[in-house]
């Protein structure tokens, strides 16, 4: 059972452009939500994170949005620029858990010059 | 600040022989290690989680006696993979999580490709 939903598979846009990816959750006991970017052969590294007693969190040139009552949020890229070009990883921590963290499947996003 | 290294980052190795992976948090003392495996175009799934001085814990349907984990330090987690086989060709990821900080933040590290023939 996929605990992570993300979608889409993957994104095009063209530089400036804003790319959204969303995710959906079912497990009410997630407590944060991160996102990561990964780039091809390296390990992931964090984007931005947010909880769920917040609704908006932006650093930098990506927001995330959250919206608890639907179980769901997303990220926005601001700006987007080629070098952004990478997978995008949803995941989410469930408090008590030993901190583990359940993966959405990613969204590879290309920005085209 | 908080950076995690995988050593080999890259390692070829023949059916049937054993290989040994590290991790190391470098400039902290991680409480809790995590080993992920990534198969190509696809996402991280969790294989262990791991506490220094006790045994791993083990996801569902991942071998202990083939993915032997020891985590003997605050600063080091070796993912040994026994009796490797083509199958096991993967891309393993460890992260850390710090004593002090914020506990729900985990440090990844560069991963290991491993490539089995």
């Known amino acids: 059972q996929q605990q992570v939903k993300q979608s889409p598979q993957s994104l095009i846009v063209q530089k400036g452009g804003i790319p959204i990816i969303n995710c959906a959750y079912e497990?009410?006991?997630?407590?944060?939500f991160p996102w990561y970017q990964q780039f091809p052969g390296k390990g992931p590294a964090l984007l931005i994170a947010?909880?769920?007693?917040?609704s908006e969190k932006k650093e930098g040139r990506f927001t995330i949005s959250f919206n608890k009552s639907a179980k769901q949020f997303s990220l926005h890229i601001m700006d987007s620029q080629p070098g952004d070009s990478a997978t995008y990883f949803c995941a989410a921590r469930s408090g008590g858990s030993n901190y583990k963290l359940t993966f959405g499947k990613g969204t590879l996003l290309t920005v085209n010059p | 600040g908080a950076v995690v290294s995988q050593h080999p980052s890259r390692v070829i190795c023949k059916s049937g022989t054993s290989v040994k992976i590290e991790c190391r948090s470098l400039?902290?003392?991680?409480?809790?290690m995590f080993w992920y495996r990534q198969f190509p175009k696809q996402s991280l799934m969790l294989m262990a989680t791991s506490n220094e001085g006790s045994k791993a814990t083990y996801e569902q349907g991942v071998e202990k006696d083939k993915f032997l984990i020891n985590h003997a330090s605050l600063t080091l987690s070796t993912l040994t993979v026994t009796s490797a086989h083509p199958e096991d060709s993967s891309f393993y990821i460890c992260s850390a999580r710090e004593i002090q900080g914020n506990p729900y933040e985990q440090y990844f590290g560069p991963g290991t490709r491993l490539t089995v023939t």
């Open positions: 400039d902290f003392q991680a409480t809790t």
């Open positions: 497990n009410t006991a997630f407590d944060y």
């Open positions: 947010i909880r769920p007693d917040v």
